[in-house]
């Protein structure tokens, strides 16, 4: 009976020829993959660079004829753009430094304690992801009216710092487990505080923990629409999602400035996000996923 | 430097009792060493010396003083981790000096231990490196120095050998004893290994499931075994055992029977396990007073060690080990006779006791 | 704008207050509980305290009756800490406190508060008086009836809704699971350019949503929009598709529902894709190479090695993508929410927030939320048990 040979010759040829057949619609199907994905950003920015009297068409090129910047000078001229990123960075910065501070505690506590109601705290925080997003804004935004805090930074800041906490604990204390008991004890015989070897000791070498933490917080609130509507009702106050829906109006839309306004935006969230992607996922399926 | 003294101490996790009332002196300046299978809770009762686990019963004593409720911060000790514990975010000199900096003391006298540390240690080209870029060996070092710049009264070492190799091994062993001698400190050392505590230790301490099988100097304790427990744990290779009776002064097993002179009898037969050393068997040599009558037994496996010979005999149903010299010519399926040295034969009551030596 | 910062800035402050405010409190306790004079001398001094505080705000009456129940409670958590906690969980509680703190105040109570909502009638009408004093009128189970029996919003009703719902994550957490796996499989095996293509291909999952939707919304435009456009220009060069229906479709006017479902799988394939991919990348190479030495083919390998093998990676990104989908209240809002746009295409969260917000019916919709959120939690029960029966029969 013939044994089987490594093909050789024109058996070889064929073979390399399908794998470059296999190869070639490999990536067709990934560019074209791609471009589905990137496409409504690329018409985002062909509207924004539309000229002033032809700005609604069914103009399909990417770069239109004519193009001009104006829509770009028109959002800061126009509206309260710069006013908005600045309501939008303040509340998403403190929140996010109330939101991992909280959480560095507590997901330590988690992590190295063992304490009646430890196990049913970690699945409740997990629990709360399942709670529907309306259900929580009903009764938080009525509290915060109760409190005469509507359309103010302070409303904002209470409703966002709760929201991502139980997430953030959740990587935290992952991330902590990895850090061996031995070195807080070597800490504590040198001579500091329970206290001190978790911030001296703990806090430090957990810094990429933290950095994703923040991250997701910051981009979790700074992406947030729905709360910002029902809290915010003056214009002065608004965020920049507030701010673009505003530009999309009921009748006019202004769809050059919204266009611009948009990518604005857009680019450096998109930098970070991608920046940070690898490190960013691999932290979330850390925690979450694998929860 | 000072004295630890253990007293009753006692530890409960939930239900179960790891340690039960052990006491313990370990006088100023002296090397003790715990050692004991996994599990024994040598381990434990170095970390409650050290508070990082809390005392169920007993107390803890360092340099006269009760340390039961103290931190470990206050108790004035060191300590050397199994996997070392060096902090990956500092440099070795950042390490070393760590404690020293949480004392506030002030920055010469700061450097200036850390350089004779790192001077005795041999470790002064590593002051600028992080743990990363270090040996084990080296790591090793470090954290022996970052002990020894906080000058306490006692060092604690929770088995620090059992990560390196070999041959690591046996040269920071003999670092360990040269430190001891240069220092001067008391130490309680915990291992696994016996050859570590045999070589090591001023006195060793034998722990089994939570309570103190014996305590004394390595020779003592090698020679006068306390209890089975120890005759079996302590010496390479294991001691072998002959279950029988003691009737007046002989001894009877199934597959051997011989005299043994200086027993003290009661009269009463007791069943007893016979203990010699592979070391105490002697194979195929003359009659002495000092040797026993001989003992038939045939030769199973022979295994060369270099400079001696491990000789696997059997004997009736029982197997024993003997260790030879090289010169020694048998093969398997040879007869020999077996006669122990009568000095080294130990008796052991069913567990508890021993007699004659 | 700088007085806005200086107010969030002095919350900042007040935060930090408290919060050492109560770990020092707690401090106390631990420390010096099982001293003999502590529970005496902690009650007389939160008696004292508040007593001088009340005292300088309310009459003689009420300060007395507020340091009455101060005391009383200082009384009981002393108590609790000599007999229950004794001095053991000290650390973990004072690091764990103010977290919880926050977590209580703003999720358990909200919770809490919402039940009381739903059993209450607080709307439109009844705002007015309830924030003044505080009080609604008790309705008993009504609200709960009628979310059953009458429409959130103006015409559709609650089962329409269900199946909406059910038939929205249905289908998008299938394409996104299909889609994702399709592309983590293709990307799994290019070996050039791989982390090119990544890159583009989580920007729908990196741009902010709102963004993402409101273009993507654009293009969906029936006149305008880039998918009318290439349909009117398809027809035009090729005549005889008219003839099968095709054509510009009035996407946001008649099949609503469809365009949030295609825009949110575009926004939603990233994430499985990831997710998946990292899974693909964990399964050995080894396993195929046996498998290829035992004669498998390709389909073959696929079904035997590779989807048992990424069970565990893609069991829970599924469980939390069902979640998700289920009460994704963006992508409907903001396709369909502005006021005069049409509740066809709502699902029950969407209808929840729209009748809260748009309608002011707040005890309704707290009654709403509570009938979606048993029905989640019964789901997660069901599946949980079902997930790990059939784990069990996997060995």
């Known amino acids: 009976m013939a044994e089987p040979r490594l093909p050789v010759g024109p058996a070889l040829a064929s073979l390399r020829r399908r794998q470059l057949v296999k190869a070639g619609l490999t990536h067709a199907a990934l560019i074209a993959a791609c471009l589905v994905c990137v496409y409504p950003l690329l018409r985002m920015i062909a509207v924004s660079l539309r000229p002033g009297d032809r700005l609604i068409s069914t103009d399909l090129a990417l770069i239109p004829a004519g193009a001009t910047l104006a829509s770009y000078a028109r959002v ?110 070597a800490a504590l015989v040198d001579g500091t505080t329970r206290f001190g070897a978790f911030y001296r000791i703990v806090l430090p070498l957990s810094t990429p923990a933290l950095s994703i933490a923040f991250l997701f917080n910051f981009t979790q609130a700074w992406n947030e629409y729905l709360v910002a509507r029902v809290v915010l009702c003056d214009a002065q106050k608004y965020t920049w999602t507030l701010g673009l829906f505003e530009l999309q109006g009921q009748f006019i839309t202004q769809w050059g400035m919204f266009a611009a306004g948009s990518f604005l935006v857009t680019v450096p969230v998109l930098l970070i996000f991608l920046h940070s992607s690898k490190w960013l996922i691999s932290g979330l399926t850390l925690g979450g996923v694998k929860g | 430097m000072a004295s630890v003294t253990l007293h009753d101490i006692t530890k409960r996790y939930q239900d179960a009792e790891v340690l039960h009332r052990v006491s313990l002196d370990v006088a100023d300046r002296e090397f003790m060493i715990l050692v004991g299978p996994s599990g024994c809770g040598k381990s434990t009762l170095l970390r409650m010396v050290a508070g990082l686990e809390d005392i169920s019963e007993g107390e803890i004593r360092i340099g006269g003083g009760i340390v039961n409720h103290l931190p470990p911060r206050d108790r004035e000790i060191a300590m050397v981790f199994q996997d070392y514990a060096l902090y990956p975010h500092m440099t070795v000199a950042e390490n070393m000096s760590f404690g020293l900096r949480l004392r506030g003391l002030p920055k010469a006298e700061i450097d200036e231990r850390v350089a004779e540390a790192a001077g005795i240690l041999q470790i002064r080209d590593l002051l600028r490196r992080t743990p990363r870029q270090i040996s084990g060996g080296q790591r090793q070092r470090v954290a022996i120095g970052r002990a020894i710049v906080r000058k306490p009264k006692a060092f604690l070492f929770d088995e620090p050998l059992s990560n390196l190799d070999a041959k690591l091994r046996e040269e920071m062993r003999v670092e360990i004893a040269r430190l001891h001698q240069r220092l001067g400190t008391t130490i309680i050392y915990v291992t696994h290994d016996q050859v570590e505590a045999m070589t090591l230790g001023s006195r060793i301490a034998v722990i089994n499931a939570g309570r103190i099988q014996q305590v004394g100097a390595p020779a003592e304790v090698f020679s006068r075994p306390a209890n089975l427990f120890v005759a079996g744990f302590i010496g390479s290779p294991t001691m072998n055992f002959i279950a029988g009776v003691l009737d007046r002064a002989a001894f009877k097993s199934e597959s051997m029977s011989m005299a043994i002179p200086g027993v003290p009898g009661d009269g009463a037969p007791l069943r007893v396990v016979l203990g010699i050393r592979p070391e105490s068997v002697c194979v195929d040599q003359a009659p002495s007073p000092l040797l026993s009558e001989p003992l038939p037994a045939a030769i199973e496996v022979v295994e060369l060690l270099g400079y001696k010979r491990n000789l696997y005999l059997k004997a009736g149903d029982d197997r024993l080990l003997a260790t030879v010299d090289a010169s020694f010519a048998g093969r398997p399926g040879d007869a020999v006779a077996m006669r122990f040295r009568l000095s080294e034969i130990h008796l052991f009551d069913k567990e508890t006791r021993n007699r004659i030596g | 704008m700088i007085s806005a910062l200086l107010q969030v800035l002095e919350f900042v402050a007040l935060l930090a207050l408290a919060v050492a405010a109560l770990e020092s409190y707690l401090y106390f306790h631990f420390t010096y509980y099982d001293r003999k004079w502590f529970l005496p001398a902690s009650v007389a001094a939160v008696l004292v305290l508040t007593l001088a505080a009340a ?100 015409s559709v009703s609650f089962w329409q809704l269900l199946g909406r719902t059910v038939w929205w994550t249905l289908s998008n957490v299938f394409c996104h699971v299909a889609g994702g796996f399709a592309l983590a499989l293709l990307l799994n095996n290019c070996r050039r350019l791989r982390g090119v293509y990544r890159t583009f291909l989580i920007i729908p999952w990196a741009m902010p949503q709102v963004v993402a939707v409101l273009a993507l919304r654009g293009e969906f435009h029936s006149q305008y929009g880039f998918v009318n456009v290439m349909l009117e220009r398809l027809v035009q060069a090729l005549p005889f598709l008219a003839g099968w229906g095709v054509g510009p479709v009035e996407w946001l006017g008649r099949h609503a529902l469809l365009t949030c ?135």
């Open chain 1, 76 to 185: 800061f001229a126009e509206t309260n753009f710069l006013l908005w990123l600045w309501n939008s960075l303040v509340i998403t910065a403190v929140t996010s430094l109330i939101g991992v501070s909280l959480a560095a505690t507590a997901g330590y506590a988690f992590s190295r304690f063992r304490f009646p109601g430890d196990r049913l705290g970690l699945t409740l925080l997990l629990g709360t992801q399942m709670i529907p997003a309306g259900m929580l804004l009903l009764p938080l935004f009525l509290m915060i009216m109760r409190l005469g805090l509507i359309n103010t930074y302070l409303g904002m800041v209470i409703a966002y710092s709760v929201s991502s906490l139980p997430f953030s604990i959740w990587i935290l204390k992952g991330y902590y487990d990895t850090i061996p008991r031995s070195l807080e004890e």
């Open chain 3, 55 to 154: 005292g300088l705000v309310l009459d003689a009456g009420r300060a007395v009756s507020w340091a009455a129940a101060a005391a009383l409670v200082e009384a009981v958590t002393a108590l609790v800490f000599s007999h229950l906690v004794r001095g053991r969980h000290s650390l973990p509680v004072m690091l764990l406190a103010p977290g919880f703190i926050g977590l209580a105040l703003l999720i358990a109570y909200p919770l809490v508060f919402e039940v009381y909502l739903a059993f209450h009638d607080l709307k439109l009408t009844t705002i007015m008086v309830w924030s003044r004093t505080g009080r609604i009128p008790f309705v008993g189970f009504k609200h709960f009836f009628k979310v059953f029996t009458s429409s959130p919003l103006s």
């Open chain 3, 261 to 395: 479902t295609l825009i949110n799988v575009w926004l939603g394939i990233p994430f499985m894709m990831v997710v998946i991919l990292g899974g693909l990348q964990s399964i050995s190479q080894h396993y195929y190479d046996a498998a290829a030495i035992d004669g498998a083919s390709a389909w073959q390998q696929f079904c035997h090695i590779t989807l048992p093998l990424i069970r565990p990676v893609l069991a829970p990104a599924v469980t939390l993508g069902t979640v998700w989908t289920f009460n994704n209240i963006n992508v409907i809002y903001l396709v369909t929410g502005q006021a005069g746009g049409s509740e066809d295409a709502d699902i029950l969260v969407s209808a929840l927030y729209k009748a809260a917000f748009t309608f002011y019916r707040y005890s309704y919709s707290a009654a709403l939320a509570i009938v979606i959120f048993l029905m989640l939690f019964a789901f997660a029960l069901v599946w949980l048990r079902f997930s790990k029966g059939s784990e069990s029969a996997y060995g």
